[in-house]
């Protein structure tokens, strides 16, 4: 696993690979076939970023997130942080394009928000 981590950034990239196409219950988005492939997941830890990373990086934990629920699923590949400038959601437009990747579930990690999602489904 890559991991590019900065304590004083405040957002971050998750790279998780997953085998096989699965079926999984994400909280209140109900269930959802994540296809199996390549997938970046973009957040923000307005402090201690890297708690949070370490956090993302556990399988079994109460679920919080919406990633918690994706995370058993996959193998995480690369962590990178990114500072705070760009913000949350732009990062994940610029992840996207810069991947060619395309959203492939609604909401996913920004219900708070008016992104279209923070997952990135990238190739299989």
Do not use: Q
Request: aromatic letters at 8%.
């Amino acid at each position: 696993m890559v991991e590019l981590i900065d304590p004083s950034h405040t957002l971050y990239s998750i790279h998780l690979h997953i085998s096989n196409d699965v079926k999984v219950e994400v909280g209140k988005l109900g269930s959802i076939l994540f296809k199996k492939g390549e997938y970046i997941y973009v957040g923000s830890a307005k402090r201690n970023i890297v708690a949070r990373i370490n956090r993302h990086k556990k399988k079994e934990k109460v679920k919080k997130w919406h990633f918690d629920y994706l995370r058993p699923h996959g193998m995480i590949t690369k962590i990178i942080t990114y500072e705070t400038s760009i913000g949350e959601c732009r990062l994940a437009e610029k992840l996207r394009k810069e991947s060619s990747g395309s959203w492939p579930v609604k909401k996913f990690g920004s219900t708070d928000c008016k992104c279209p999602s923070h997952l990135i489904f990238v190739a299989n």
